[in-house]
């Protein structure tokens, strides 16, 4: 990160980040002379300063200068780039108020997200800072210490970019801010699987999640099952606030889904394939033979054309049924043929005449 390397490089140097430029993307083959031209053409506003040093950035195969301003500068004045050789150079600086801003938007984000500062840095492996030391480190060396955990971090910064499960709490009359179950326990699926963290960690904060009878039955099964895992929880959570259909139900609902009047036939087969998955998940259709019973299904509900029927027809005979998005792609496709050629038809007949047709015939 191009900030970092500013402060690292003042640091070293002793200098002021705040008084301090570095300008990136110089090309390697720029002489001293040349940057000193350019500097002090472009950043003329700013008054005196002092070149301090010049390295070479092989991720960008080229040149970066650190200056030192020797008066106090106008943040407003200082360019974010400037016309140099070989096209433009970068200038970063840091405005007074930077680390105060950035820990203003890092709270606002863990706050939102549940978390705290020093929960981050338990998160990245880093113990140093307790909680209570926190308050009493300044806005600099704080920004300073999170920018060094985070750049030799042992893993990447996935813990903390989990999405907050909402709430839920199973009560009879659930709350406003509540998910219904279904929307909970699909978002709680997908969330842990993104966690890359221990199993302790994510019950923990499967926890944070949950209310009334639901915390309840997540006491109940650790304390039945320590060492229970949060697939297994979900799971249990499913045997007492999922829906109970049976596997019969959810095979007759999928077997007597229809087009609707009117609907396309695509928007049928997406309906249709919510109540697929939920039937095999339940067992009730085996899962090796989804692809044949979708697309048996859609040959009987669907109001079909007869140039889409022989298609279907066609890839039910080669033995190999297509897959949910291989048979999507291929309505889709006849959707799209019948529009355009509707379309056609619409505009040659507000576009005729009346005539022409039976004057060709009569020619002939």
């Known amino acids: 990160m191009a900030l970092a390397l500013l402060e690292d490089w003042c640091r070293i140097l002793s200098v002021d980040d705040q008084k301090s430029l570095m300008v990136m993307g110089i090309p390697v083959d720029c002489s001293e002379d040349e940057i000193q031209e350019v500097l002090q053409e ?13 390295i070479f950035r092989k991720q960008e195969n080229a040149n970066a200068v650190l200056l030192e301003l020797l008066e106090d500068p106008e943040v407003s004045v200082i360019p974010s780039e400037v016309q140099g050789k070989g096209g433009i150079w970068k200038v970063i600086f840091k405005t007074p108020n930077q680390d105060m801003e950035f820990l203003e938007r890092l709270n606002l984000f863990l706050e939102k997200e549940g978390q705290t500062v020093s929960g981050m840095f338990r998160a990245l492996g880093h113990e140093g800072l307790s909680p209570a030391a926190l308050p009493c480190i300044s806005p600099e060396l704080l920004a300073h210490v999170l920018g060094q955990v985070i750049a030799h971090a042992a893993q990447p910064l996935l813990p903390m970019r989990y999405r907050k499960l909402r709430v839920f709490s199973g009560s009879t009359v659930p709350a406003p801010e509540e998910e219904p179950f279904e929307v909970w326990l699909e978002q709680a699926t997908e969330i842990v699987k993104e966690w890359p963290v221990a199993e302790a960690e994510k019950k923990r904060w499967l926890m944070e999640s949950l209310r009334g009878p ?91 054309s007869e140039v889409l029927w022989c298609r279907l027809r066609e890839l039910k005979d080669q ?7 291989q048979l999507m792609k291929v309505i889709r496709e006849e959707e799209e043929e019948e529009a355009a050629f509707e379309n056609e038809n619409t505009e040659e007949a507000e576009g005729g005449d009346g005539y022409g047709h039976w004057g060709n015939e009569a020619n002939d």
Do not use: W
């Open 319 to 325: 033995g190999r049924p297509p897959s949910f998005l």
């Open 42 to 54: 472009t950043l003329k506003p700013l008054g005196r300063y002092r070149l301090l040093g010049k």
């Open 214 to 304: 639901a915390l309840d039955l997540m006491h109940i099964v650790q304390a039945d099952n320590p060492s229970i895992s949060v697939e297994e929880c979900l799971e249990a959570f499913k045997q007492v606030f999922g829906n109970l259909e049976s596997r019969r139900t959810s095979q007759v609902k999928y077997l007597k889904t229809y087009q609707e009047e009117g609907g396309k036939v695509s928007a049928y087969v997406l309906r249709l394939e919510t109540l697929l998955r939920r039937a095999v998940a339940k067992r009730a259709i085996p899962r090796n033979i989804a692809d044949q019973i979708r697309l048996e299904q859609v040959m009987a509900g669907a109001s079909l």
